[in-house]
């Protein structure tokens, strides 16, 4: 996004994606400086009175009524449901037409619905919503079935043609909205996609200091003077065929595939995978979806046929056809291998490796998995002792070969609480607890709205911000207060703890106009309603925590959905005084 400032800092001009040059309608970057160029200079005043409204409007939009809005009720959690019933698409899944972007949030609060509704149509509707979407996404091009994670988002309406950017934040929501659909069907399904993105962000996105890089880019080089991105040549980096340099890089060359390389790979397997993956003679791209024809020729795997298909089609069973195909995206994953990767973002940002501390936590209980434990719990120590200033009481935004300077912001530390209360349910050290009311204690010094509620995206410390704001939408990230209220409710629960309770309320209502309005732009705000509203559940096992018999019941409790329920251990140790 750019945005121009006047030189008292007052925003006149803003807008997204200026191209380099003048195409689809959009105005060139360079063209738009100069019209700004000009203005300024032929109407200075009036587009500094324009700068002076414009902060005039987003000032009012931070004040609450004069009088405190009713509680919000559980008629708000039906509307917002309305509201996405609408825009959902029955025959691909997702919400709206293309592009089509992931938006975990928007599962997190259907899966709760129907938590809440489960005898009832509309809460059998939004988890169908949910499933199906999953599904759809989990066999479309945006997944990336040969290295496991998610691609940024969908050009089509079918989750086909991604942009091939991988976030850290998107692979974290979406492990959590697929472990969380498991525990819902114990469909094996749900279980291998939320297994193979925590295992590409172990594998591929994990410093050796046990931090989260931010990224993959979209793009990787393409070899000069070979036809295809997967060519041998591209095992060298730093040259192509004869020693010829790189070719710019490309949209998903690191990904896409030739039939006649994945046929000269796999031999006789090579029909199978075709037909299952939909590779195609002259590639596979939909069309209207390559405007940069970068995909003319290549093909980007997604699941055309299910495993019943495949096995009729080719006479064999379903066992045999999942083999083969395992075999062949092993032997195609390791070609892969060989080609020059796209840039990767080696940035460790504070509120991202909190994401995911809490779909590794989750998938540690959900899955059972003692490395997603440990590499939870590594994360979490690299933020303590890199991130945390413990003589200021401080978090820090990000990491690269050192600390930054940049001090952490509202969702960083609502972020990394919510890691640490995922972390201290899957292993109950009482050290994570701990330190996660140690950072609630500072964000609410920080970034609390005393008067009002709600948390500020900054702490105001900045006198070049001449203006705080709370964040009141749950888009591709969660909104920092929408975690907050739910990190408070569940510290309350934790804790017993009143003022937690009515500060996590008090968060809540701070939204009121969004909610009442339109509440489906705040779902992640939604579940911490839905939170708020239900009646507190506890599990306490009493028991040592290694013990069979304990863990035993921990496996039980574990294999099911159990939405606004906390799990406590008691087991005697100097932490139970702690618990309260």
Do not use: C
């Given at each position: 996004?750019?945005?121009?400032?006047?030189?008292?800092?007052?925003?006149?001009?803003?807008?997204?994606?200026?191209p380099?040059?003048?195409?689809?309608?959009?105005?060139?970057?360079?063209?738009?400086?100069?019209?700004?160029?000009?203005?300024?200079?032929?109407?200075?005043?009036?587009?500094?009175?324009?700068?002076?409204?414009?902060?005039?409007?987003?000032?009012q939009?931070?004040?609450?009524?004069?009088?405190?809005?009713?509680?919000?009720?559980?008629?708000?959690?039906?509307?917002?449901?309305?509201?996405?019933?609408?825009?959902?698409?029955?025959?691909?899944?997702?919400?709206?037409?293309?592009?089509?972007?992931?938006?975990?949030?928007?599962?997190?609060?259907?899966?709760?619905?129907?938590?809440?509704?489960?005898?009832?149509?509309d809460?059998?509707?939004?988890?169908?919503?949910?499933?199906?979407?999953?599904?759809?996404?989990?066999?479309?091009?945006?997944?990336?079935?040969?290295?496991?994670?998610?691609?940024?988002y969908?050009?089509?309406?079918?989750?086909?043609?991604?942009?091939?950017e991988?976030?850290?934040?998107?692979?974290?929501?979406?492990?959590?909205?697929?472990?969380?659909?498991?525990?819902?069907?114990?469909?094996?399904?749900?279980?291998?996609?939320?297994?193979?993105?925590?295992?590409?962000?172990?594998?591929?996105?994990?410093?050796?200091?046990?931090?989260?890089?931010?990224?993959?880019?979209?793009?990787?080089?393409?070899?000069a003077?070979?036809?295809?991105?997967?060519?041998?040549?591209?095992?060298?980096?730093?040259?192509?065929?004869?020693?010829?340099?790189?070719?710019k890089?490309?949209?998903?060359?690191?990904?896409?595939?030739?039939?006649?390389?994945?046929?000269?790979?796999l031999?006789?397997?090579?029909?199978?995978?075709?037909?299952?993956?939909?590779?195609?003679?002259?590639?596979?791209?939909?069309?209207?979806?390559?405007p940069?024809?970068?995909?003319?020729?290549?093909?980007?795997?997604?699941?055309?046929?299910?495993?019943?298909?495949?096995?009729?089609?080719f006479?064999?069973?379903?066992?045999?056809?999942?083999?083969?195909?395992?075999?062949?995206?092993?032997?195609?994953?390791?070609?892969?291998?060989?080609?020059?990767?796209?840039?990767l973002?080696?940035?460790?940002?504070?509120?991202?490796?909190?994401?995911?501390?809490?779909?590794?936590?989750?998938?540690?209980?959900?899955?059972?998995?003692?490395?997603?434990?440990?590499?939870?719990?590594?994360?979490?120590?690299?933020?303590?002792?890199?991130?945390?200033?413990?003589s200021?009481?401080?978090?820090?935004?990000?990491?690269?070969?050192?600390?930054?300077?940049?001090?952490?912001f509202?969702?960083?530390?609502?972020?990394?609480?919510?890691?640490?209360?995922?972390?201290?349910?899957?292993?109950?050290?009482?050290?994570?607890?701990?330190?996660?009311?140690?950072?609630?204690?500072?964000?609410?010094?920080?970034?609390?709205?005393?008067?009002?509620?709600?948390?500020?995206?900054?702490?105001?410390?900045?006198?070049?911000?001449?203006?705080?704001?709370?964040?009141?939408?749950?888009?591709?990230?969660?909104?920092?207060?929408?975690?907050?209220?739910?990190?408070?409710?569940?510290?309350?629960?934790?804790?017993?703890?009143?003022?937690?309770?009515?500060?996590?309320?008090?968060?809540?209502?701070?939204?009121?106009?969004?909610?009442?309005?339109?509440?489906?732009?705040?779902?992640?705000?939604?579940?911490?309603?839905?939170?708020?509203?239900?009646?507190?559940?506890?599990?306490?096992?009493?028991?040592?925590?290694?013990?069979?018999?304990?863990?035993?019941?921990?496996?039980?409790?574990?294999?099911?959905?159990?939405?606004?329920?906390?799990?406590?251990?008691?087991?005697?140790?100097?932490?139970?005084?702690?618990l309260?």
């Open positions: 996004m750019s945005v121009w400032l006047t030189p008292d800092l007052k925003p006149f001009v803003g807008g997204t994606y200026f380099p040059e003048e195409r689809y309608g959009q105005p060139a970057f360079k063209n738009v400086l100069q019209r700004i160029a000009t203005a300024w200079k032929e109407n200075h005043e009036r587009i500094a009175d324009q700068g002076a409204k414009i902060v005039d409007a987003l000032r939009s931070q004040v609450s009524p004069a009088e405190a809005p009713d509680k919000i009720e559980a008629k708000v959690l039906d509307a917002a449901y309305q509201q996405f019933s609408r825009t959902y698409d029955p025959r691909e899944g997702g919400f709206g037409s293309a592009p089509k972007f992931p938006r975990p949030v928007v599962l997190n609060f259907l899966s709760r619905f129907y938590a809440r509704n489960s005898s009832s149509r809460g059998k509707d939004a988890l169908e919503m949910d499933l199906f979407t999953l599904r759809k996404m989990a066999a479309g091009g945006m997944h990336d079935h040969l290295g496991g994670g998610f691609h940024r969908s050009v089509d309406r079918y989750w086909h043609v991604p942009h091939f991988k976030m850290l934040y998107d692979q974290a929501q979406l492990a959590v909205a697929y472990l969380d659909a498991f525990q819902i069907t114990h469909d094996p399904q749900m279980e291998s996609v939320a297994r193979d993105i925590l295992d590409y962000v172990a594998r591929d996105m994990t410093s050796k200091e046990g931090g989260f890089f931010s990224a993959e880019d979209a793009d990787s080089p393409v070899v003077g070979v036809g295809d991105p997967g060519h041998e040549s591209n095992k060298h980096p730093e040259v192509g065929a004869h020693g010829a340099p790189l070719q890089n490309a949209e998903g060359a690191f990904y896409v595939w030739t039939k006649k390389e994945i046929d000269d790979a031999g006789d397997a090579a029909e199978i995978f075709d037909f299952y993956y939909g590779v195609q003679p002259h590639g596979n791209a939909p069309e209207g979806s390559d940069h024809d970068e995909f003319r020729g290549k093909n980007i795997l997604i699941q055309r046929h299910d495993l019943a298909e495949t096995a009729q089609r006479k064999k069973t379903e066992d045999e056809i999942r083999q083969l195909l395992a075999r062949s995206r092993e032997i195609l994953f390791s070609l892969r291998t060989k080609r020059p990767r796209p840039h973002d080696d940035k460790i940002i504070a509120a991202w490796n909190g994401l995911m501390i809490s779909a590794l936590a989750r998938g540690a209980q959900v899955l059972h998995e003692r490395r997603y434990l440990e590499s939870a719990t590594r994360a979490a120590r690299f933020i303590r002792t890199q991130l945390w200033e413990d200021k009481r401080i978090l820090f935004r990000s990491y690269r070969q050192g600390r930054s300077q940049v001090e952490g509202a969702d960083d530390y609502s972020f990394v609480i919510q890691g640490l209360l995922d972390l201290y349910e899957a292993s109950f050290d009482i050290e994570w607890l701990k330190f996660a009311i140690e950072l609630q204690g500072t964000e609410d010094r920080l970034f609390l709205d005393q008067k009002n509620g709600g948390y500020f995206s900054t702490s105001g410390d900045d006198k070049t911000v001449f203006l705080r704001l709370k964040d009141d939408n749950d888009g591709a990230e969660p909104a920092a207060s929408s975690v907050a209220a739910l990190n408070l409710a569940r510290l309350a629960q934790i804790r017993n703890d009143a003022e937690w309770r009515q500060l996590a309320e008090k968060t809540i209502n701070a939204f009121h106009a969004t909610l009442s309005s339109f509440p489906s732009a705040m779902p992640q705000m939604l579940v911490a309603l839905d939170y708020n509203l239900s009646k507190p559940r506890q599990i306490v096992i009493a028991g040592k925590n290694e013990a069979p018999e304990t863990q035993a019941l921990l496996a039980e409790v574990r294999r099911h959905f159990l939405a606004n329920t906390i799990v406590l251990l008691a087991d005697g140790a100097a932490g139970q005084t702690y309260g």
